[in-house]
């Protein structure tokens, strides 16, 4: 089955505690994108990726980083979490960039 | 930055009935991607339409039509024939073909109400 699979699913840590937010897809898609959903503030890109080893800073980057070591995978990398990262994130992956983007089914991240 | 706007945070319709969400975008760029997703109750983003600019026909899915303004950067989408599962959140979203970013708007909390 084509998807997206995102771990864990859900996750509560303690403010400094580096945490890993995998992502893996199975569709050989070039594009991925890691978004962070918060209230009344939509969907919001974190980063994106071209291709493997190409990677770039979306619109809230800030506290976050991401590689790209092969095609199918895309990890998030909070090295220091803080209360404000506190958020419902999505990956995402798409096989031409502007085509429609398929979503992981989203992680639940609390940080106390 | 590019914006995408949606005017109207929540809106219900009777099922049955007819409904349209606005959005607006701010661009500066003549060729670019248009989508409205659908998140529901259990919070999957699902694509519901997607429209290239520069095809001047608006995009159909069934009972998901839109209503796309170039010259008003508007980006309406039409719900037909509500039915209950359509209750949902619905995120207007946009990307440039230059660019490689992608840009949703707040969402409208749409409720169908039998």
């Known amino acids: 089955e084509a998807q997206v699979t995102q771990n864990p699913r859900y996750l509560i840590t303690v403010t400094g505690k580096k945490l890993t937010v995998t992502c893996s897809q199975n569709m050989n898609h070039e594009y991925m994108s890691w978004y962070r959903q918060d209230p009344g503030l939509g969907l919001r890109q974190i980063y994106y990726?071209?291709?493997?080893?190409?990677?770039d800073k979306g619109d809230v980057p800030e506290g976050y980083k991401v590689s790209r070591k092969e095609k199918r995978n895309f990890p998030l990398i909070l090295e220091s979490p803080s209360p404000n990262q506190t958020s419902l994130y999505f990956c995402?992956?798409?096989?031409?960039?502007?085509?429609?983007?398929?979503f992981g089914p989203g992680t639940r991240l609390t940080v106390l | 930055a590019q914006t995408v706007t949606q005017s109207q945070p929540e809106m219900s319709v009777q099922e049955a009935e007819t409904v349209t969400l606005s959005c607006t975008y701010d661009t500066s760029e003549s060729n670019y991607y248009l989508f409205w997703y659908k998140q529901p109750p259990s919070r999957q983003m699902i694509l519901v339409i997607r429209?290239?600019?520069?095809?001047?026909q608006n995009a159909t899915e069934n009972r998901f039509s839109v209503n796309f303004q170039k010259a008003a950067k508007s980006f309406s989408l039409k719900i037909s024939d509500s039915q209950l599962g359509d209750t949902a959140m619905y995120f207007c979203?946009?990307?440039?073909?230059?660019?490689?970013?992608?840009?949703f708007g707040t969402g409208t909390s749409l409720t169908v109400i039998p």
């Open positions: 429209q290239e600019a520069y095809k001047q």
């Open positions: 990726s071209m291709n493997v080893e190409v990677t």
């Open positions: 995402a992956s798409s096989f031409l960039r502007g085509g429609e983007q398929f």
């Open positions: 979203a946009f990307m440039e073909n230059t660019g490689n970013q992608f840009y």
